[in-house]
């Protein structure tokens, strides 16, 4: 009872709008839903898969991305504790498969809800209308800034301010290895390592082994700006 009492407390610190539920409707939710913990770069759904189920992250980061015909692969966002999955809920609402994958950044922890309590508790609660509607808002704007920066920037530019935005935690260090980048950014890890080798070359960058340092900020700065005002 112990163990029930606190799994059910950190559901509803992650979604608190869980508590709004109709106490048979909650009830039935968290007596059906099952967690499950993934290890880093562990795969939860693929692409073209059936969507059994709604996942909400309790802990860790799920990262989703596309991949081509030729193994490149782009990420289109993440999900973090307290969120859910969009691509799940629309393929749960339209009986579709799931159009990407869904794969694990570090340790990380999911509350899966059965798609068959999605479909009815979208019917009939409003809180859970407002949190799907929520998820496609926040998404939407994720996925249009993915467009914008494919489709009107280059590579270069991209690049830079990559760097800039993953050093912002650190003193000046990104931790990625150039195939991890090419993930990313959705180009192959040839374009990557050869934009890198000209930063080093003209001192903005050190590079080491799954390591670079920002020696120039500024200079990266100004290399991620001339599409910015488009």
């Not at 993915?146 to 009107?152: R, S, Y």
């Amino acid at each position: 009872m112990a163990d029930r009492a606190r799994q059910v407390n950190r559901v509803l610190e992650a979604f608190p709008f869980f508590a709004a539920l109709p106490a048979p409707a909650r009830e039935a939710l968290l007596s059906n839903a099952v967690t499950k913990k993934l290890d880093s770069r562990q795969v939860l759904v693929r692409d073209g898969a059936e969507c059994a189920y709604l996942p909400f992250v309790l802990e860790g980061t799920l990262r989703l991305y596309k991949t081509s015909p030729a193994g490149r692969a782009i990420t289109l966002y993440r999900i973090h504790r307290g969120e859910s999955c969009i691509l799940s809920a629309t393929c749960i609402l339209n009986a579709g498969s799931f159009p990407a994958v869904a794969e694990a950044e570090g340790q990380t922890e999911v509350l899966l809800v059965p798609s068959r309590l999605i479909t009815e508790y979208v019917d009939d609660n409003p809180d859970w209308r407002r949190f799907l509607f929520g998820l496609y808002a926040k998404r939407l704007d994720e996925v249009l800034a993915l467009v914008d920066e494919v489709a009107f920037r280059h590579m270069d530019t991209r690049l830079a301010g990559w760097l800039l935005k993953q050093s912002a935690g650190s003193p000046g260090t990104v931790g990625a290895t150039h195939g991890q980048i090419a993930d990313e950014l959705g180009t192959s890890r040839e374009v990557i390592s050869r934009i890198l080798s000209d930063f080093e070359a003209d001192g903005m960058i050190e590079t080491s082994r799954g390591r670079i340092r920002l020696s120039r900020p500024d200079q990266l700065r100004r290399r991620s700006e001339p599409y910015a005002g488009e």
